[in-house]
């Protein structure tokens, strides 16, 4: 069965500092991995996902992720972290399988402080 | 853009009581979910439907019953509320059967069992 391990349930930057959120997956098969973004009071949206091809992709607002299957890991980061992204951070997987649905991680609290 | 709406922001029941918790899309899409989050689990998946009349259990199906008679409409039932069942319940769709699809929200329904 898969699951997702998110380390550390929340961490605190500096604005403009390195953001660095980790997530481990476990997964009999190639793995479709995602990264969801919940903002106060609303629901998730969509940051990033890898399928296959190219491991280091980009999603929205400067965040990226490398899919590394040697270490089961597909970490989120942002070079310079800015006020506005503070939320909760989800990692997520799924078995690429037509009929199966996405498993979330616990989740992390991202902080910025000026 | 898609929209997910769920018919509710906050609802507050009683113990013992039938709770409906309605979900719409608006965009033809095929798969629907529903999802529970509570505070340092994340998302847990209750159940999710790939096509009309057709459901599938989640991680934690028990206590709810979902029904999905028409392709925009998704309803999550909790056939006698209980007080762990006292959460923030969350709508998703996707547009096709790939599970490498994007999911889109509803802003969630916090429920509370009184």
């Known amino acids: 069965a898969q699951s997702v391990t998110q380390l550390g349930s929340h961490v605190s930057v500096s604005e403009g500092a390195l953001v660095l959120l980790r997530c481990n997956y476990s997964?009999?098969?190639?793995?479709?991995l995602f990264w969801y973004v919940q903002y106060p009071n609303q629901g998730l949206q969509l940051l990033l996902k890898?399928?296959?091809?190219?491991?280091l992709v980009k999603g929205i607002n400067g965040f990226e992720a490398e899919f590394k299957k040697s270490e089961t890991s597909f970490h989120l980061t942002k070079p310079s972290a800015h006020m506005s992204d503070a939320a909760e951070y989800f990692c997520?997987?799924?078995?690429?399988?037509?009929?199966?649905?996405?498993?979330f991680g616990k989740g992390t609290t991202l902080s910025v402080s000026s | 853009d898609v929209k997910v709406t769920q018919s509710s922001r906050y609802l507050v029941k009683r113990t013992g009581e039938k709770v409906f918790l309605e979900c719409v899309q608006d965009?033809?899409?095929?798969?629907m979910f529903w999802y529970r989050q509570d505070p340092g689990l994340g998302l847990r998946l209750i159940y999710f439907?790939?096509?009309?009349?057709?459901?599938e259990k989640g991680d934690i199906p028990e206590g709810y019953s979902v029904s999905r008679e028409k392709k925009e409409r998704f309803s999550l039932i909790l056939e006698s509320a209980s007080t762990n069942q006292t959460s923030m319940y969350l709508c998703?769709?996707?547009?096709?059967?790939?599970?490498?699809?994007?999911?889109?929200f509803g802003s969630g329904t916090q429920l509370s069992v009184l």
């Open positions: 439907s790939y096509d009309v009349k057709m459901k």
């Open positions: 998703a769709s996707s547009l096709g059967q790939g599970a490498n699809e994007k999911l889109f």
């Open positions: 997964s009999s098969v190639p793995p479709y």
């Open positions: 965009m033809d899409h095929e798969n």
């Open positions: 890898y399928t296959t091809g190219a491991t």
């Open positions: 997520a997987v799924s078995e690429g399988q037509a009929g199966t649905a996405l498993i």
